[in-house]
């Protein structure tokens, strides 16, 4: 043992050179000979700042990289991470991934204040990746080549499919003004949130919604908003009111331009008047036609009855369409009314359904919707229809929540207060829209979309349920 300690002594002073050998002694090549570091070892490399941004960044990307190996790999196996081939159409895999990343990011925004910017950057981020496929969904389009003797060729040429050209920036910019909307609440506001349970809640039996148990009471000033305070949500309720218009205009054209599957036409009765019903199918019948008056006569006073009368609506326009474009025998009705007259009736429908679908923004999708989106197998309006229904969820709860604010000043606005003796024959928020007004709408305002529909819906229904939760 004593003779490998010299050995390793000897050893480690021959590699040093002459020059250590003079200036070592024994203690120190003793110590080295134990498994000490050796004295010319390198001194660790320091980083700047700019290469450890670079390096922060490189690894941030092959993170990123992989959770985006990870999300499409999900989207090619269809959900089946089995690999057996019993995952769901690619389509449908890229509906629900957006459905699932929009519950994941705005599932907590329970109050008007901007998203934290971890969750806003992970939205981005995320939202490129599964909009990414769109540059890849193309179109073959007719094109002239010049060769190089000079002749002119007429070639095909790809380019991006012309719906998603004009549909993805807009809904990208829809996207960019909600965010937007969110963050000018950043600043100290008049009004606060409390939760239910606190001293500072509303005690009042009247003024309590159970169903709504999980969201946070708002709470503004004894003597109510300013009127800055008060134009500015207006103001806010404004633009989200147009960015939902929007999103519902391009979620409802993409549902209209998906094929009916098979299943759902071998499940509908043969004629219209047994899906409607008689008194509704007498009502579109008739010769003077009046759809709010129509509406009125109908129960609404809850959402199943509400989707009730959707579903035999849409299903007896498909009927109709079905019996006019196809020739379609099979009932002895198809005799009995013209060609025009069912056309008519047709285009009363829709517009029945329409009205529906402006003054109940949230109501759930239909049968015909939900079977459209599952058995459609078409990538591009897999993704129109997912991104514009995420987006008007977030806009009619971005409402909700202005509106709960709106709602809570309108009850600090009493008669018996001088200071607000103006603002107290004001009607309240939840209460705009619904009134007698609603029975002059013609078919040419709703077509352009009306500016008083989401107030609309939101006094026949809940807001706190979200179209975020038909898929």
């Not at 993805?168 to 009004?191: G, H, I, S, T």
């Not at 008194?279 to 009855?305: A, G, N, R």
């Not at 000043?409 to 207060?417: I, L, R």
Request: glycine share 6%; hydrophobic share 35%.
């Amino acid at each position: 043992m004593f003779d490998g300690g010299r050995h390793a002594k000897s050893l480690s002073v021959d590699t040093g050179g002459s020059k250590l050998e003079s200036k070592v002694d024994d203690g120190a090549a003793s110590s080295r000979s134990q498994g000490s570091k050796p004295l010319n070892e390198p001194k660790p490399k320091v980083l700047s700042k700019e290469e450890i941004e670079l390096k922060e960044s490189v690894d941030e990307l092959l993170k990123d990289m992989e959770q985006m190996k990870e999300r499409f790999a999900k989207l090619l196996l269809g959900e089946d991470m089995s690999g057996g081939g019993k995952g769901v159409s690619s389509a449908l895999a890229l509906s629900n991934a957006f459905t699932n990343l929009a519950a994941s990011i705005f599932g907590e925004q329970r109050r008007l204040e901007p998203m934290p910017p971890e969750r806003k950057a992970k939205w981005r981020k995320e939202i490129d990746w599964l909009l990414s496929v769109t540059g890849y969904v193309v179109e073959m389009v007719p094109s002239q080549q010049k060769g190089k003797d000079g002749t002119i060729m007429e070639i095909m040429t790809t380019k991006q499919r012309t719906d998603l050209h004009m549909n993805v920036p807009a809904l990208r910019k829809l996207d960019m003004m909600l965010l937007d909307c969110l963050d000018n609440f950043k600043e100290p506001q008049e009004f606060f949130y409390v939760k239910k349970n606190s001293d500072d809640s509303d005690k009042d039996p009247k003024n309590k919604n159970d169903d709504k148990w999980w969201l946070p009471t708002p709470k503004v000033p004894p003597e109510g908003l300013s009127d800055n305070a008060r134009r500015f949500l207006q103001y806010q309720k404004d633009c989200v009111n147009q960015v939902l218009k929007a999103a519902m205009a391009i979620n409802a054209q993409v549902i209209t331009e998906m094929e009916v599957p098979e299943s759902y036409i071998d499940s509908l009765p043969k004629n219209g008047r047994s899906s409607l019903g008689e008194s509704i199918y007498k009502s579109i019948t008739v010769e003077h036609f009046d759809p709010d008056q129509l509406l009125s006569t109908m129960d609404l006073s809850s959402e199943h009855k509400i989707l009730d009368i959707k579903n035999r609506i849409e299903a007896s326009i498909v009927i109709w369409k079905r019996k006019m474009h196809q020739k379609d025998g099979k009932s002895s009705w198809s005799s009995a009314v013209s060609l025009e007259k069912r056309e008519l009736f047709e285009e009363r429908a829709e517009t029945i359904l329409l009205l529906l679908k402006q003054r109940f923004p949230g109501i759930p999708q239909s049968s015909l919707e939900i079977s459209k989106i599952q058995f459609n197998r078409d990538v591009g309006q897999a993704v129109l229809e997912s991104y514009s229904r995420i987006l008007e969820s977030l806009a009619f709860t971005v409402l909700s929540r202005i509106d709960d604010v709106l709602h809570a000043d309108f009850q600090t606005q009493t008669p018996g207060k001088k200071s607000s003796s103006k603002t107290s024959s004001r009607p309240s928020p939840r209460e705009e829209g619904g009134g007698g007004d609603s029975g002059q709408m013609t078919l040419l305002d709703f077509m352009g979309w009306g500016s008083d529909q989401g107030s609309e819906g939101k006094k026949e229904k809940d807001p706190s349920v979200t179209p975020l939760e038909r898929a």
